[in-house]
């Protein structure tokens, strides 16, 4: 049984986010909605975020200001789930991603979590060697969802139309500003490695001259 369909659009902004982080995680939501018991994810969207290595964390703006764009544009749809990726460890969820997912799956019971590691996709170009999986959390244990790509032809002309006609600003806009974020977070974060660095030299400084002291204390007098 499928439990996830999932949209080319989707999928490709994902995939592109991930990719243009090779070092870092990311992480947006997903958009659709509830059909039957199938979730269909036609969209995905992000914002400005921290990303490190193994961690990564939206602002906390982030998700109600996309849920209320939606709105607006009168879509029908809202927020199914979350993503984020693993950039060259795999998909599964770690413990604070279980706990995120535990969060919102009390805000909506169906909420799907993405996790897509990038590093093959990079290194081949090719899309399908990314590798993708979507998980929930059920009885307190993570579960595995089945997905599906749509390949509907008449679907698919209409998700590209429907996403055209909102007019969004590009998504490569989106990273440039994300990027920013995660560049003055990276700068702040040198500076304070800077400034311990440099205590810890001057602490070295002056054991050295402590030691020197007490070296000279402990030598003999002549008579």
């Known amino acids: 049984m499928v439990n996830v369909r999932i949209y080319p659009l989707a999928l490709a902004k994902i995939l592109k986010h991930s990719a243009s982080f090779s070092g870092i995680e990311v992480a947006g939501v997903l958009i659709g909605k509830l059909s039957g018991n199938v979730i269909e994810i036609s969209d995905s969207d992000t914002g400005p975020q921290i990303g490190t290595s193994g961690h990564v964390k939206l602002a906390p703006t982030v998700a109600p200001l996309i849920a209320e764009k939606i709105e607006k544009q009168g879509?029908?749809?809202?927020i199914v789930g979350w993503y984020h990726s693993h950039p060259g460890?795999?998909?599964?969820?770690?413990?604070?991603?279980?706990?995120?997912?535990?969060?919102?799956?009390?805000?909506?019971?169906?909420?799907?979590?993405?996790?897509?590691?990038?590093?093959?996709?990079?290194?081949?170009g090719r899309p399908s060697d990314a590798?993708?999986?979507?998980?929930q959390v059920?009885?307190?244990?993570?579960?595995?969802?089945?997905?599906?790509?749509?390949?509907?032809?008449?679907?698919l002309i209409r998700n590209?139309?429907?996403?055209?006609?909102?007019?969004?600003?590009?998504?490569?806009?989106?990273?440039?500003?994300?990027?920013?974020?995660?560049?003055?977070?990276?700068?702040?974060?040198?500076?304070?490695?800077?400034?311990?660095?440099?205590?810890i030299e001057q602490i070295r400084e002056?054991?050295?001259s402590i030691s020197n002291i007490l070296k000279q204390d402990k030598q003999p007098s002549k008579v």
Not at 75 to 78: A, F, K, T, V
Not at 131 to 135: L, R
Not at 143 to 155: A, H, M, N, P, T
């Open 160 to 199: 590209l139309i429907d996403y055209l006609e909102r007019g969004e600003e590009p998504y490569s806009t989106a990273l440039d500003r994300i990027r920013l974020e995660v560049y003055e977070w990276n700068r702040k974060l040198e500076e304070k490695v800077n400034v311990a660095t440099e205590g």
């Open 138 to 155: 059920q009885e307190d244990k993570v579960v595995s969802l089945e997905y599906e790509v749509l390949l509907e032809k008449d679907k």
């Open 89 to 124: 460890f795999g998909c599964f969820l770690s413990s604070i991603d279980v706990e995120t997912q535990v969060g919102l799956q009390k805000m909506f019971s169906q909420c799907v979590a993405l996790v897509v590691d990038p590093h093959d996709y990079i290194m081949s």
């Open 75 to 78: 879509r029908g749809e809202y």
């Open 131 to 135: 590798e993708v999986k979507m998980f």
């Open 206 to 208: 002056e054991l050295k």
